[in-house]
């Protein structure tokens, strides 16, 4: 039998390395940006036209190469920053595997243009899928210019899975943070199809943190340090009041290289316990100095995880920095001591954690109103509604009654005694399944429960219905309608709002912009990270709170929690729905509640969320019987 193993030819192990190395247009603006930073460049300038499809390029004014360094970039595994197996624990360079160049040629046609201050002449060198077309001197900058065009050219298969320019363009910004946030002492520019995004020149973290993320982050930084024989610890956290819903905003740098690490996440959200409304995460951006010879960065291709030699006391500093940074400026949980306060929850049975509903001065049991099943009548304990935490965090803590009709509900109380309503289900539950056909609720005047949900009746039983998660539903299939029919009307604003974004936000919005007009509002640009709202859907009532709609919309197209390329007019229309929706505690008129179960049943899939979660939930009268031991006659 012959022999079957052959050695691949260097083209296509180049290709196949190149799947690792280089996946995605903002895989070569990582590799290309940081071999600029460690040319020792002053000035960087990246050009992006088609999302880095049809062009990346970076220019910059670093020490260039010779005639003999320019060819030999391109093979694999040349590299200048390292020479031995050793220097492998001593990086301080971005790279150091020389696979970037080698694997960008293998999908790509490049153009490099190179010159050092001593010499008269540039290089220029041509490479289509490794293949070294021109080798040539030439007139040029000193400094290096690398033009990446065509990625994936060769490679249908790899070009044909590539996402929608507005995702590919997500993942370029996100580098491009990265890199000028680990590197303010550089000057950076952004062009994105001939249009300047970015203009950054060199200066401090905290201009560079304003200049990049907008104005508005310049009052929410708190900065910290630390200093020992170990590490050194520096850089910013945000005030706990400008947290958000999602995390996009949260960095570590570990020798000025971006790293991932839940580990040390941990440590930040464990020093900011009892800080933070519900489900929110501050903003963070943390530099680790530490000796490289403690941690390794040769953990994986993308060289985003490290290995650190003691984890435990990295995380021990981290925490301790955050919270000694957040108790400089008075921002920790305070007692009055002057207030008398019940420091321990109350029990299970306490009606200070059940709120009642008013339905008369007696029930049909004759226990009369504001009798409660256990002695919580002379408890002083108040729950705090975490999503509604002042800005002056000495008063967290104070006790202030709250008018009964404004008491949170369960889900909303800050100590979590109780779980959220959805997880206290009776046994007789039953969740009806897609497929599953729904009576039509009766004609019968609704009522509502706790401000939250609203019970109907059938003739089996009862249906119970969240009013958000419908409200949800209804408005989701409306908003979907919108974009195939004419435009919905609009309602002018009496007083425009202006709308500043974060500079990415404001690039994203602007990709989605004709898609979110056609559901009735009336947005427009006012300069290159401002935009105006000038009107917003005739249906909807003015709240004041169109930033933070468009701010949570935003969030989640860059946390990708939906396919922009197939669908992101299903995301666009699913956040404004939840955005949009009538809420947990809000009281609704019989006539609202009419119209919401009319509505609801009008929908093509009123039985779930467009995230899938229940809307309606059925009582059934058998059930019921049974649970009092009733026969039937």
Not at 607 to 625: F, Q, S
Request: glycine residues 6%.
């Amino acid at each position: 039998m012959s022999d079957i193993i052959k050695l691949l030819p260097d083209s296509v192990a180049n290709q196949i390395a190149a799947g690792e190395v280089v996946q995605r247009p903002a895989s070569v603006v990582k590799e290309l940006l940081e071999n600029a930073i460690d040319a020792g460049a002053t000035q960087i300038q990246l050009i992006v036209k088609e999302a880095g499809k049809k062009l990346i390029q970076v220019t910059d004014n670093g020490c260039g190469m010779s005639e003999t360094d320019a060819r030999m970039c391109f093979e694999r595994h040349a590299t200048s920053k390292i020479k031995n197996a050793a220097d492998l624990f001593a990086i301080r360079t971005m790279g150091f595997r020389g696979e970037a160049m080698a694997s960008i040629a293998a999908v790509a046609q490049v153009e490099l243009k190179t010159r050092r201050s001593q010499d008269d002449l540039g290089t220029l060198v041509y490479i289509e899928g490794t293949e070294v077309k021109k080798h040539e001197p030439c007139q040029c900058a000193q400094g290096t210019s690398i033009a990446v065009k065509n990625l994936f050219y060769n490679v249908p298969a790899r070009r044909n899975f590539l996402k929608s320019d507005a995702i590919e363009y997500k993942y370029i910004l996100e580098e491009f943070q990265r890199v000028t946030l680990a590197n303010p002492n550089i000057g950076f520019q952004l062009f994105h199809n001939g249009t300047e995004i970015f203009h950054l020149p060199a200066g401090n973290l905290r201009k560079r943190i304003v200049g990049l993320l907008g104005a508005s982050f310049n009052e929410r930084l708190i900065a910290l340090e630390l200093e020992t024989d170990f590490l050194r610890i520096f850089g910013y956290v945000g005030k706990p009041d400008f947290a958000r819903k999602t995390r996009g905003e949260q960095f570590f740098f570990v020798n000025e290289r971006f790293i991932k690490s839940s580990y040390l996440n941990h440590a930040v959200m464990d020093a900011y316990q009892n800080l933070l409304p519900e489900q929110t995460y501050p903003f963070y951006l943390i530099f680790i100095d530490i000796d490289p010879a403690r941690i390794d960065v040769n953990v994986h291709p993308t060289k985003q995880e490290i290995k650190f030699d003691n984890e435990q006391v990295v995380y021990t500093f981290v925490k301790t920095t955050v919270l000694r940074a957040l108790g400089m400026h008075s921002i920790t949980p305070s007692i009055d001591f002057d207030t008398n306060i019940n420091l321990f929850p109350p029990a299970a049975g306490s009606e200070t954690l059940l709120p009642r509903i008013n339905t008369g001065k007696e029930t049909v049991n004759g226990i009369a109103e504001g009798k409660g099943y256990g002695g919580g009548k002379n408890e002083t304990y108040r729950p705090v509604n975490r999503k509604t935490i002042p800005p002056n965090w000495e008063e967290l803590y104070r006790t202030e009654a709250l008018p009964e009709t404004e008491t949170p509900f369960a889900d909303e109380m800050a100590p979590q005694i109780l779980p959220p309503p959805e997880e206290q289900e009776p046994e007789t539950l039953i969740i009806p399944s897609r497929q599953q056909t729904l009576e039509q609720p009766e004609q019968v005047a609704p009522v509502q429960l706790h401000s939250t949900y609203v019970l109907s009746s059938i003739k089996s039983g009862f249906i119970l219905i969240d009013q958000q998660a419908a409200s949800e539903r209804i408005l989701y299939e409306r908003y979907l309608k919108s974009f195939s029919q004419s435009k919905p009307a609009t309602q002018q604003l009496l007083f425009p709002q202006t709308i500043d974004l974060p500079r990415p936000d404001a690039e994203l919005l602007r990709q989605i912009l004709p898609d979110f007009n056609a559901l009735g509002y009336h947005l427009e640009e006012f300069g290159q990270h401002t935009f105006v709202l000038r009107g917003i859907p005739s249906d909807t009532v003015p709240k004041g709170e169109e930033q933070r709609i468009i701010e949570n919309l935003l969030e989640q197209f860059k946390l990708n929690l939906a396919e922009l390329k197939t669908g992101h007019r299903e995301t666009l229309a699913q956040t404004l729905a939840r955005s949009n929706a009538i809420k947990r505690g809000e009281k609704l008129s019989a006539a609202h509640m009419l119209a919401l179960v009319d509505q609801l049943f009008a929908c093509d899939m009123p039985y779930a969320t467009p995230t899938g979660k229940p809307t309606v939930v059925t009582y059934y009268l058998a059930d019921i019987e049974k649970q009092f031991e009733r026969k039937k006659s």
